[in-house]
């Protein structure tokens, strides 16, 4: 079983940055693609970024240029590197494996004021 827990979420200023990890346990990491997704309040969760087992990348258009998601296999991690945050942004940030049907867990909280 992959359990993963998400940290790094806080509250930023419109224009800050935050750096999002997401720590997995319990399986073999590098056999999987992830993803890092986020809900905002009345808001559908949305897939915001992915990276395959090869490392290729994929953004929904609303981060592109702004956000970078990568991984280090090593210590089973995958990163979420979000850079001139935007209230819009505000959302509850999970990370989950990509094309799984699978439980959700807390997530991480980030809040960008204005």
């Known amino acids: 079983q992959v359990q993963l827990v998400e940290s790094g979420g806080g509250l930023v200023q419109a224009g800050g940055s935050l750096r999002l990890s997401c720590a997995a346990s319990g399986s073999i990491f590098s056999f999987y693609d992830m993803g890092w997704y986020r809900q905002a309040p009345g808001k559908q969760r949305e897939l915001v970024a992915s990276i395959s087992t090869s490392s290729t990348k994929n953004y929904a258009d609303s981060v592109k240029g702004r956000f970078t998601i990568s991984r280090d296999n090593a210590k089973k991690t995958v990163y979420l590197q979000m850079n001139s945050l935007k209230p819009e942004d505000t959302a509850v940030y999970y990370c989950?494996?990509?094309?799984?049907?699978?439980?959700w867990g807390q997530g991480t909280q980030v809040t960008v004021s204005s």
């Open positions: 989950n494996l990509l094309r799984r049907s699978r439980p």
